[in-house]
């Protein structure tokens, strides 16, 4: 009798939810992927995380030696050691890391929302320009709109981030005073009551006013730095993506049937032109969670990215571990969210 | 469009707290100068690990828990050759084993209650017995409760040096009833880390508002603070930025203070910024190995002598920018015991060819390995290899580069498997003693492949330096021991960078410490 209600369930009644749990179930099994990668590349490093976490007359000493191997457990056998992280990683701990001395759970819960504040910015952003410019430059191919457009997105593609970021913070914070210092909240203030850990969501929430005004005005900055680059990428593929769907018979005959402009490229361009232009949305905004880390080096922002540098020049093992867990998950999530979304646009797609 | 709804955005946001807190500071500069003195910015590339001075270790938690706590001895100013009275007085005996230490009247921590000879010895004992970075600092010292305002230090061996080590703000006094109510013990399980990052529990001029290691300390006055000094700035914010950055932020107004910047980028400052540049304590040397095992190159006397020779420092000095100096010995110039400039070693062109010819090498390539992502008060340690690189190429002796990060590379050196090596020694404390380590069978020394009994010469100066005395014959004795090392020793010592520390002309007493590089509570305003 089971078996039979679970294939009507699975055939008939909600094959949706039946993908769904597939998905995350292999998603699970890539996260455990993920962990076992990070942590034997972390370990193949050579060096030894006591040099780099004691100083050089405290490793020097057997006594502190020793205690520092057993409190992080790096007395063990590695298969030990792995198999203690996998078993903690069940119960929501991440371990303690010896660079902050705080569990990991706790610095990533402050780095995620400090970047995931710029990324967020920086994709809606990026959507919204890189859209309008790859759709323009599409629409007037070998014009010098297009050409202009190409310039600038191929500029905004290969300029590094790094040096965009002080020679905007130079011109609109020194030169013009228009932007605030770097950091995410000007000195004077206090940081609001942790929520979300988004310095401008929490202000909201705690109505503070003006520190919500300072935190955008602080967000301004990194997130045009990293809005230029994502700009770049879309408008390039929203303009190859949009021409291969402008030459299609059902544009034509939409066309010829006399519709109006904007009908033709909201309804049947953008519409078709959807699919390739999610794909890249998905992957930019994994690399913009990952990748900020010299614009948050430049901009004194305390996200993911410093926080992986910080982890990894220290050989701090559960930050690494920790780090490259959350950005497994968040690609594993992207890609996820991407897939659901393309039977939203594409009825093909859908599952029946 | 973004730009000025931005700018509308910051413009509100200064308003309404110019209204609100009649406190500004902010970067849009519209603020006076007799409100700013109140908030103090400065900005610090961080190295911080913990607020808990018994378990910190880095420069920037010494900066953090100098302003946040008080020492039984301290220093004054920027002068780290004596020792000045600080929560107590110090008397040591004849043989430098036992030291009374007797606490002031009139100290109270940031709850009121008064500082007590138990404090002083729950928190000594806490460093020892946690195990964490600091700990060697009280290595073999036992500390007693004689009555309530005098505790007993004694020290395994003679140890003239204890004296210096007493003001690092590691072995601050804290509150021990608030930290023992928190977790505090004075072994392996204490727990009360969490509780000294949210909190401070000292005596010192602030008190710990928050804490955030990745990107800000903020401090604020201490009302219960008993010393004479009441500190200018009610409240001190203390920044992670990248030095690039900070160069930019002193510039612009949006901070006070730069204590990052490189001999290159502070010497372009524009007016209205005053730069402090002095050599720091730290010393960059090269070692080549004595181990024949290791290499049977750098383990030739006559090879050693022509590196020495062969190297041309003051290019090194002016490579290393404004403020640097060449490190005559291998005790930074200012400590007791420093060797004069007609003690160091010199660019010798012929000799080095000599020297060379004698040692029989025959164009070998010898593997020079470094921590390449160090980068020590501005001078980056790759530069500097190359330098000495092409240095070398000039007398004929071919060197390969081998960096590595230094969390991979420390273990080489720690094992003593490097040839040749570049690093640099920041002293534990300001005292020549912590250079014995750079005798035969020394904690570096056996890094450079030289066990005890490599050198009798080395070895006996080291000794008779070791013994003590008074600070006379303690230079005299150290001095001795230095040259000795320079004329044999696998050592080279190279530069000792400058430190910079930048800041707005409105702030007075910026002084440059060895051991808590600034003392913020010591800042003024004019």
Not at chain 1, 235 to 245: N, S, Y
Not at chain 2, 108 to 137: E, Y
Not at chain 2, 157 to 173: E, K, Q, R
Not at chain 2, 345 to 358: H, N, P, R
């Amino acid at each position: 009798m089971r078996p039979a209600r679970a294939t009507r369930a699975g055939r008939t009644g909600h094959p949706f939810a039946r993908y769904l749990i597939q998905r995350i179930l292999t998603s699970l099994l890539l996260v455990v992927g993920v962990t076992l990668v990070t942590f034997t590349l972390t370990n193949l490093v050579p060096g030894d995380p006591v040099a780099a976490a004691l100083g050089q007359h405290a490793a020097e000493d057997p006594a502190i030696v020793a205690s520092f191997r057993a409190h992080y457990g790096v007395d063990q056998p590695l298969v030990v050691q792995y198999f203690t992280y996998l078993g903690n990683l069940v119960h929501g701990d991440l371990g303690e890391s010896p660079t902050t001395h705080h569990p990991v759970l706790e610095d990533l819960q402050v780095a995620v929302p400090a970047t995931l504040e710029i990324a967020i910015g920086a994709i809606v952003l990026s959507v919204i320009i890189g859209v309008v410019l790859g759709t323009l430059a599409a629409y007037r191919r070998g014009k010098v709109t297009d050409h202009v457009l190409r310039v600038v997105s191929l500029l905004g593609l290969s300029v590094p981030t790094f040096w965009l970021a002080l020679v905007l913070y130079y011109v609109f914070f020194f030169k013009l005073h228009i932007a605030p210092g770097s950091g995410r909240l000007s000195a004077i203030y206090a940081a609001p009551p942790t929520v979300t850990g988004m310095t401008t969501v929490d202000a909201l929430l705690a109505g503070q006013w003006d520190v919500f005004l300072d935190a955008s005005a602080h967000l301004f900055l990194p997130v045009l730095v990293l809005t230029l680059y994502t700009v770049g990428l879309l408008t390039r593929f929203v303009r190859t993506a949009v021409l291969e769907i402008l030459d299609m018979d059902y544009v034509r005959a939409a066309r010829a049937k006399g519709l109006p402009g904007r009908t033709v490229v909201w309804s049947y361009v953008l519409r078709g032109a959807s699919i390739p232009v999610l794909t890249i949305v998905g992957l930019a905004f994994g690399s913009l969670l990952s990748g900020t880390v010299l614009v948050e080096s430049v901009f004194s922002w305390p996200g993911l990215g410093s926080y992986a540098f910080k982890a990894a020049s220290n050989l701090d093992l559960p930050g690494i571990m920790g780090v490259g867990l959350v950005i497994g998950i968040i690609y594993l999530g992207t890609n996820l969210i991407v897939d659901l979304l393309y039977s939203v646009v594409d009825p093909r797609v859908r599952l029946a | 469009m973004v730009s000025h709804r931005s700018r509308t955005a910051f413009a509100i946001g200064a308003a309404a707290v110019t209204v609100a807190l009649l406190v500004t500071g902010c970067s849009a500069g519209s603020s006076s100068s007799s409100t700013k003195s109140s908030t103090i910015v400065i900005d610090r590339v961080f190295d911080l690990k913990t607020a808990d001075p018994s378990r910190q270790y880095e420069p920037t938690g010494a900066i953090v828990d100098k302003a946040l706590y008080e020492t039984l001895l301290t220093f004054s100013g920027s002068d780290v050759s004596k020792t000045v009275p600080g929560l107590a007085t110090v008397e040591a005996s004849a043989d430098s084993k036992t030291f009374t230490v007797t606490l002031g009247d009139g100290h109270v921590f940031s709850d009121g209650s008064p500082v007590t000879a138990d404090d002083v010895v729950f928190s000594l004992n806490r460093v020892i017995g946690m195990k964490g970075n600091p700990s060697f600092l009280l290595s073999g010292v036992t500390v007693t409760k004689k009555d309530d305002k005098t505790v007993i230090l004694t020290s395994a061996t003679s140890n003239p040096a204890l004296p210096f080590i007493l003001p690092n703000p590691s072995l601050s006094i804290l509150n021990s009833k608030v930290v023992i109510a928190n977790g505090g013990t004075t072994d392996e399980k204490d727990s009360a880390e969490a509780y000294l990052n949210a909190n401070s529990a000292g005596s010192g001029p602030y008190v710990l508002d928050t804490l955030d290691l990745t990107s800000q300390v903020v401090l604020t006055t201490n009302p219960k603070y008993s010393g004479d000094d009441k500190p200018t700035y009610s409240r001190v914010v203390l920044r992670n930025v990248e030095s690039a950055t900070q160069k930019i932020n002193i510039e612009g107004g949006d901070s006070q203070v730069a204590l990052d910047l490189s001999g290159d980028q502070a010497s372009g400052l524009g007016s209205g910024i005053t730069v402090a540049s002095t050599p720091s304590a730290n010393v960059i040397f090269l070692l080549l190995n004595q181990n024949s095992k290791v290499s049977t190159i750098t383990s030739n006397p006559d090879f050693v002598s022509a590196v020495k020779k062969s190297i041309n420092y003051d290019d090194l000095v002016s490579l290393a920018g404004k403020g640097a100096a060449q490190a005559n010995g291998i005790v930074p110039s200012m400590f007791l015991g420093a060797l004069g400039s007609a003690d160091k070693t010199t660019y010798d062109k012929t000799g080095a060819a000599a020297d060379l010819a004698a040692s029989g090498y025959k164009g070998e390539k010898v593997t020079l390995s470094f921590p390449s992502d160090i980068s020590l008060n501005g001078v980056e340690f790759t530069v500097l290899a190359q330098r000495i690189q092409s240095q070398l190429k000039d007398a004929g002796i071919t060197v390969d580069l081998a960096p590595a990060p230094v969390a991979t590379e420390f273990a080489a050196y720690r094992d003593g498997k490097e040839a040749l090596g570049l690093w640099y020694w920041g002293p534990d404390f300001p005292d020549p003693s912590n250079y014995l380590e750079f005798a035969p069978g020394g904690v570096v020394g056996l890094r450079a492949g030289w066990p005890e009994g490599s050198d009798a010469t080395v070895t006996a100066a080291a000794t008779a330096a070791r013994a003590g005395g008074s600070n006379d014959e303690r230079a005299t004795q150290f001095t001795t021991y230095q040259k000795a090392l320079n004329a044999t020793g696998p050592f080279i010592p190279l530069v000792q960078p400058a430190n910079n520390i930048a800041s707005a002309s409105s702030v007075t007493g910026v002084e440059y410490n060895a051991v808590w590089t600034i003392d913020i509570a010591a800042l003024g305003s004019k």
